[in-house]
Protein backbone atom coordinates (compact mmCIF):
# COMPACT_ATOMS: atom_id res chain seq x y z
CA UNK A 1 0.00 0.00 0.00
CA UNK A 2 2.95 2.93 0.90
CA UNK A 3 5.37 1.65 -1.89
CA UNK A 4 2.98 0.37 -4.83
CA UNK A 5 0.16 2.53 -4.42
CA UNK A 6 0.91 5.81 -2.44
CA UNK A 7 4.49 6.77 -3.04
CA UNK A 8 4.05 5.42 -6.85
CA UNK A 9 0.61 7.73 -7.32
CA UNK A 10 2.55 10.62 -5.29
CA UNK A 11 5.27 10.95 -7.61
CA UNK A 12 4.20 14.11 -9.00
CA UNK A 13 3.48 15.66 -5.59
CA UNK A 14 7.03 14.79 -4.14
CA UNK A 15 8.93 16.46 -7.78
CA UNK A 16 6.98 19.55 -7.93
CA UNK A 17 9.72 22.23 -8.30
CA UNK A 18 7.81 24.50 -5.13
CA UNK A 19 7.55 23.72 -2.02
CA UNK A 20 3.92 23.94 -1.85
CA UNK A 21 1.67 22.82 0.61
CA UNK A 22 0.29 19.71 -1.45
CA UNK A 23 4.27 18.98 -1.74
CA UNK A 24 4.75 19.07 2.35
CA UNK A 25 1.50 17.20 2.79
CA UNK A 26 2.80 14.88 0.75
CA UNK A 27 6.49 14.40 2.48
CA UNK A 28 4.84 14.77 5.82
CA UNK A 29 2.47 11.88 5.38
CA UNK A 30 5.49 9.80 4.13
CA UNK A 31 8.20 10.83 6.81
CA UNK A 32 5.05 9.25 9.92
CA UNK A 33 3.96 6.14 7.64
CA UNK A 34 7.85 5.47 7.84
CA UNK A 35 8.37 6.71 11.09
CA UNK A 36 5.67 4.06 12.44
CA UNK A 37 6.96 1.14 10.42
CA UNK A 38 10.39 1.93 11.36
CA UNK A 39 8.86 1.18 14.92
CA UNK A 40 6.89 -1.94 13.94
CA UNK A 41 10.08 -3.32 12.88
CA UNK A 42 12.27 -3.30 15.63
CA UNK A 43 11.23 -6.46 17.59
CA UNK A 44 12.54 -8.65 14.35
CA UNK A 45 14.79 -6.57 12.08
CA UNK A 46 16.94 -4.94 14.93
CA UNK A 47 19.81 -3.55 13.10
CA UNK A 48 18.14 -2.71 10.43
CA UNK A 49 15.13 -0.47 11.94
CA UNK A 50 17.73 0.87 14.21
CA UNK A 51 19.62 2.30 11.09
CA UNK A 52 16.15 3.77 9.79
CA UNK A 53 15.71 5.38 12.63
CA UNK A 54 19.13 7.04 13.23
CA UNK A 55 18.58 8.51 9.37
CA UNK A 56 15.30 9.18 9.55
CA UNK A 57 13.63 10.06 12.61
CA UNK A 58 16.96 11.43 14.80
CA UNK A 59 17.76 14.10 12.26
CA UNK A 60 13.82 15.39 13.28
CA UNK A 61 14.12 14.93 17.15
CA UNK A 62 17.78 14.96 18.19
CA UNK A 63 16.51 15.42 21.86
CA UNK A 64 14.50 11.90 21.76
CA UNK A 65 15.59 8.41 22.35
CA UNK A 66 18.89 7.68 20.67
CA UNK A 67 17.58 4.14 19.01
CA UNK A 68 14.63 2.90 17.82
CA UNK A 69 14.31 -0.01 20.72
CA UNK A 70 14.02 2.74 23.78
CA UNK A 71 10.92 4.16 21.98
CA UNK A 72 7.38 3.14 23.47
CA UNK A 73 5.54 0.99 20.98
CA UNK A 74 3.37 2.75 18.50
CA UNK A 75 -0.34 2.71 19.71
CA UNK A 76 -3.17 3.53 16.80
CA UNK A 77 -4.61 6.93 16.12
CA UNK A 78 -8.44 6.29 16.16
CA UNK A 79 -9.24 10.05 15.71
CA UNK A 80 -7.41 9.85 12.65
CA UNK A 81 -8.79 7.11 11.00
CA UNK A 82 -11.33 7.68 8.45
CA UNK A 83 -13.54 4.83 7.76
CA UNK A 84 -15.63 6.51 4.93
CA UNK A 85 -11.93 7.07 3.06
CA UNK A 86 -10.42 3.61 3.82
CA UNK A 87 -13.68 2.08 2.05
CA UNK A 88 -13.97 4.38 -1.13
CA UNK A 89 -10.02 4.05 -1.70
CA UNK A 90 -10.45 -0.20 -1.46
CA UNK A 91 -13.53 0.15 -4.49
CA UNK A 92 -10.97 2.14 -6.60
CA UNK A 93 -8.15 -0.09 -6.24
CA UNK A 94 -10.54 -2.99 -6.48
CA UNK A 95 -11.65 -1.57 -9.63
CA UNK A 96 -8.28 -0.43 -10.37
CA UNK A 97 -6.80 -4.22 -10.33
CA UNK A 98 -9.96 -5.52 -12.42
CA UNK A 99 -9.48 -3.03 -15.18
CA UNK A 100 -5.74 -4.66 -15.02
CA UNK A 101 -6.79 -7.89 -14.95
CA UNK A 102 -9.06 -7.34 -18.11
CA UNK A 103 -6.07 -5.39 -19.85
CA UNK A 104 -4.23 -9.16 -19.29
CA UNK A 105 -6.72 -11.00 -20.33
CA UNK A 106 -7.22 -9.08 -23.92
CA UNK A 107 -2.85 -8.87 -23.96
CA UNK A 108 -3.48 -5.08 -24.16
CA UNK A 109 -0.68 -3.27 -22.59
CA UNK A 110 -0.91 -0.84 -19.74
CA UNK A 111 0.95 1.51 -21.76
CA UNK A 112 -1.53 1.45 -24.68
CA UNK A 113 -4.68 3.52 -23.50
CA UNK A 114 -8.10 3.11 -24.63
CA UNK A 115 -11.28 4.52 -25.14
CA UNK A 116 -13.59 3.66 -21.88
CA UNK A 117 -13.93 1.35 -18.99
CA UNK A 118 -17.25 0.62 -17.74
CA UNK A 119 -17.75 -0.01 -13.69
CA UNK A 120 -20.38 -2.24 -12.22
CA UNK A 121 -20.37 -1.01 -8.91
CA UNK A 122 -22.29 -2.76 -6.18
CA UNK A 123 -23.85 -0.18 -4.61
CA UNK A 124 -24.45 3.57 -4.61
CA UNK A 125 -21.92 4.28 -2.01
CA UNK A 126 -19.66 2.48 -4.89
CA UNK A 127 -20.52 4.41 -7.56
CA UNK A 128 -19.68 7.75 -5.44
CA UNK A 129 -16.48 6.08 -4.37
CA UNK A 130 -15.63 5.70 -7.83
CA UNK A 131 -16.91 9.35 -8.95
CA UNK A 132 -14.79 10.44 -6.00
CA UNK A 133 -11.15 8.82 -7.02
CA UNK A 134 -12.45 9.24 -10.90
CA UNK A 135 -9.09 10.95 -11.73
CA UNK A 136 -7.12 8.49 -10.17
CA UNK A 137 -9.07 5.10 -11.91
CA UNK A 138 -8.44 7.41 -15.47
CA UNK A 139 -4.32 7.12 -15.08
CA UNK A 140 -4.39 3.74 -13.25
CA UNK A 141 -6.30 2.07 -15.96
CA UNK A 142 -4.63 4.67 -18.80
CA UNK A 143 -8.45 5.38 -20.10
CA UNK A 144 -10.00 8.38 -21.36
CA UNK A 145 -13.44 7.87 -19.69
CA UNK A 146 -15.08 5.69 -16.96
CA UNK A 147 -19.04 5.19 -16.81
CA UNK A 148 -20.57 3.05 -14.39
CA UNK A 149 -23.29 0.91 -15.54
CA UNK A 150 -26.03 -1.78 -13.96
CA UNK A 151 -26.64 -5.30 -15.67
CA UNK A 152 -28.20 -4.07 -18.74
CA UNK A 153 -24.92 -2.98 -20.48
CA UNK A 154 -25.17 -5.09 -23.64
CA UNK A 155 -21.37 -5.60 -23.66
CA UNK A 156 -21.83 -8.34 -21.36
CA UNK A 157 -23.32 -11.57 -21.77
CA UNK A 158 -24.48 -13.51 -18.72
CA UNK A 159 -25.33 -17.58 -18.51
CA UNK A 160 -26.57 -19.15 -15.59
CA UNK A 161 -25.43 -22.77 -14.02
CA UNK A 162 -27.21 -24.68 -11.30
CA UNK A 163 -24.38 -25.31 -8.20
CA UNK A 164 -24.71 -28.60 -7.75
CA UNK A 165 -23.19 -29.69 -4.71
CA UNK A 166 -25.75 -26.87 -2.97
CA UNK A 167 -28.78 -27.54 -5.37
CA UNK A 168 -28.66 -31.58 -5.51
CA UNK A 169 -28.88 -32.85 -2.53
CA UNK A 170 -31.79 -30.47 -1.76
CA UNK A 171 -33.41 -30.97 -4.93
CA UNK A 172 -32.96 -34.38 -5.87
CA UNK A 173 -35.54 -35.70 -8.50
CA UNK A 174 -36.59 -32.23 -9.56
CA UNK A 175 -33.45 -30.94 -10.94
CA UNK A 176 -34.14 -31.13 -14.38
CA UNK A 177 -37.13 -29.23 -13.56
CA UNK A 178 -34.50 -26.68 -12.18
CA UNK A 179 -32.61 -26.73 -14.93
CA UNK A 180 -35.48 -25.41 -17.07
CA UNK A 181 -36.27 -23.11 -15.15
CA UNK A 182 -33.14 -21.83 -15.02
CA UNK A 183 -32.94 -21.93 -18.66
CA UNK A 184 -36.14 -19.59 -18.96
CA UNK A 185 -35.29 -17.33 -16.12
CA UNK A 186 -34.49 -13.54 -17.06
CA UNK A 187 -30.67 -13.93 -16.65
CA UNK A 188 -29.80 -10.33 -16.18
CA UNK A 189 -32.95 -10.19 -13.42
CA UNK A 190 -31.03 -13.05 -11.78
CA UNK A 191 -27.65 -11.98 -12.51
CA UNK A 192 -28.75 -8.79 -10.44
CA UNK A 193 -29.76 -10.50 -7.71
CA UNK A 194 -26.88 -12.66 -7.22
CA UNK A 195 -24.30 -9.67 -7.91
CA UNK A 196 -26.67 -8.21 -4.66
CA UNK A 197 -26.42 -11.09 -2.52
CA UNK A 198 -30.41 -11.16 -2.94
CA UNK A 199 -32.75 -14.35 -2.93
CA UNK A 200 -34.53 -14.90 -5.96
CA UNK A 201 -37.02 -17.51 -7.42
CA UNK A 202 -37.12 -19.12 -11.16
CA UNK A 203 -40.46 -20.72 -12.51
CA UNK A 204 -41.23 -23.67 -15.51
CA UNK A 205 -44.52 -25.44 -16.12
CA UNK A 206 -46.19 -23.64 -12.53
CA UNK A 207 -43.39 -25.07 -10.53
CA UNK A 208 -41.60 -22.16 -8.60
CA UNK A 209 -38.16 -22.56 -7.13
CA UNK A 210 -37.14 -20.05 -4.25
CA UNK A 211 -33.24 -20.28 -4.34
CA UNK A 212 -30.50 -18.14 -2.83
CA UNK A 213 -27.06 -16.23 -4.22
CA UNK A 214 -24.80 -19.22 -3.93
CA UNK A 215 -27.25 -21.27 -5.54
CA UNK A 216 -26.24 -20.56 -8.91
CA UNK A 217 -23.07 -19.41 -11.19
CA UNK A 218 -23.60 -16.76 -13.28
CA UNK A 219 -20.89 -16.27 -16.04
CA UNK A 220 -20.13 -13.87 -17.67
CA UNK A 221 -18.24 -13.06 -21.23
CA UNK A 222 -17.55 -9.96 -23.36
CA UNK A 223 -19.26 -8.73 -26.51
CA UNK A 224 -17.12 -8.69 -29.26
CA UNK A 225 -14.42 -5.61 -28.81
CA UNK A 226 -14.32 -5.47 -25.52
CA UNK A 227 -12.45 -7.22 -22.16
CA UNK A 228 -14.21 -7.27 -18.50
CA UNK A 229 -13.08 -9.06 -15.60
CA UNK A 230 -15.35 -9.75 -12.52
CA UNK A 231 -15.26 -10.34 -8.92
CA UNK A 232 -17.51 -10.26 -5.71
CA UNK A 233 -20.13 -8.38 -7.90
CA UNK A 234 -17.77 -6.15 -9.25
CA UNK A 235 -17.10 -5.60 -12.62
CA UNK A 236 -15.17 -3.36 -15.04
CA UNK A 237 -15.09 -3.70 -19.01
CA UNK A 238 -12.67 -2.06 -20.93
CA UNK A 239 -13.52 -1.00 -24.48
CA UNK A 240 -10.35 -2.84 -26.55
CA UNK A 241 -11.42 -1.36 -29.41
CA UNK A 242 -8.49 1.15 -30.80
CA UNK A 243 -8.44 4.28 -33.60
CA UNK A 244 -5.34 5.66 -35.09
CA UNK A 245 -5.40 8.37 -32.37
CA UNK A 246 -5.55 5.95 -29.42
CA UNK A 247 -2.33 3.76 -31.02
CA UNK A 248 0.00 6.84 -31.79
CA UNK A 249 -0.65 8.02 -28.14
CA UNK A 250 0.61 4.55 -26.94
CA UNK A 251 3.47 4.73 -29.38
CA UNK A 252 4.10 7.82 -27.42
CA UNK A 253 3.93 6.22 -24.08
CA UNK A 254 6.25 3.12 -25.60
CA UNK A 255 8.95 5.94 -26.56
CA UNK A 256 9.11 7.53 -23.03
CA UNK A 257 9.73 4.08 -21.69
CA UNK A 258 12.81 3.67 -23.81
CA UNK A 259 13.81 6.88 -22.92
CA UNK A 260 13.43 6.44 -19.30
CA UNK A 261 15.03 3.49 -19.82
CA UNK A 262 18.14 4.82 -21.27
CA UNK A 263 17.97 7.51 -18.30
CA UNK A 264 18.72 4.76 -16.23
CA UNK A 265 21.98 2.67 -18.20
CA UNK A 266 23.19 6.37 -18.58
CA UNK A 267 23.44 6.87 -14.69
CA UNK A 268 21.21 9.71 -14.44
CA UNK A 269 19.28 10.96 -10.97
CA UNK A 270 15.09 10.99 -11.87
CA UNK A 271 15.68 14.98 -11.48
CA UNK A 272 18.39 15.23 -13.92
CA UNK A 273 17.10 17.56 -17.29
CA UNK A 274 18.60 16.47 -20.42
CA UNK A 275 18.80 17.27 -24.22
CA UNK A 276 16.93 14.52 -26.22
CA UNK A 277 17.08 12.85 -29.53
CA UNK A 278 15.07 10.86 -30.75
CA UNK A 279 15.20 8.73 -34.50
CA UNK A 280 12.24 6.49 -35.31
CA UNK A 281 10.31 5.64 -38.50
CA UNK A 282 6.47 5.51 -39.66
CA UNK A 283 3.90 5.74 -36.99
CA UNK A 284 6.70 6.27 -34.39
CA UNK A 285 8.04 9.64 -36.05
CA UNK A 286 4.32 10.83 -36.06
CA UNK A 287 3.74 9.70 -32.56
CA UNK A 288 7.08 12.34 -31.29
CA UNK A 289 5.50 14.90 -33.64
CA UNK A 290 2.21 15.08 -31.83
CA UNK A 291 2.70 14.37 -28.29
CA UNK A 292 6.24 16.37 -28.01
CA UNK A 293 5.22 18.11 -25.14
CA UNK A 294 3.86 14.98 -23.35
CA UNK A 295 7.91 13.47 -24.26
CA UNK A 296 9.74 16.23 -22.86
CA UNK A 297 7.41 16.65 -19.87
CA UNK A 298 7.78 12.89 -18.83
CA UNK A 299 11.73 12.50 -19.10
CA UNK A 300 12.66 15.64 -18.48
CA UNK A 301 14.26 17.21 -21.31
CA UNK A 302 14.91 20.22 -22.11
CA UNK A 303 14.41 19.97 -25.89
CA UNK A 304 13.62 17.44 -27.94
CA UNK A 305 15.00 16.75 -31.68
CA UNK A 306 16.11 20.20 -31.31
CA UNK A 307 19.27 22.39 -31.19
CA UNK A 308 22.47 19.61 -32.00
CA UNK A 309 23.92 18.18 -29.29
CA UNK A 310 26.79 15.69 -28.59
CA UNK A 311 25.28 12.50 -27.12
CA UNK A 312 26.47 11.19 -23.82
CA UNK A 313 24.77 8.02 -24.24
CA UNK A 314 22.93 6.11 -27.34
CA UNK A 315 20.29 3.31 -26.73
CA UNK A 316 18.78 1.52 -29.90
CA UNK A 317 15.89 -1.03 -29.59
CA UNK A 318 14.87 -4.00 -31.66
CA UNK A 319 12.17 -1.94 -33.18
CA UNK A 320 14.48 0.55 -34.71
CA UNK A 321 14.07 3.23 -32.12
CA UNK A 322 17.29 5.20 -31.13
CA UNK A 323 17.43 7.29 -28.07
CA UNK A 324 20.56 9.97 -27.91
CA UNK A 325 21.14 12.28 -24.25
CA UNK A 326 22.92 13.91 -23.31
CA UNK A 327 22.50 15.86 -19.47
CA UNK A 328 21.32 19.26 -19.73
Do not use: C
Request: aromatic residues 8%.
Amino acid sequence: DLSNWYVRLSRDRFWGATLTADKRAAYRTLWESLTRVTLLLAPFVPFFADALYRDLIRPMDPLGPESVHLNKWPAPNHAAIDENLLRSMAVAKEAVDLGRQARASAKLKTRQPLAIAYVRARTTDEAAALDRFRPLVLEELNVKEIKVVGLEAQFIEYALRPNLPRLGPRFGKQMQALRAALAAADVRSVAAAVAAGRSFSVTSNGQTFELEPHDVLVDSKSAAGFAFAESDGMLVALDARLDPDLVLEGLAREIVRAVQDARKQAGLQVSDRIHLRVTADGAAAEAIARFRDYIQGETLAEDLNGAGFEAAFTSRSPDGLTVELARA
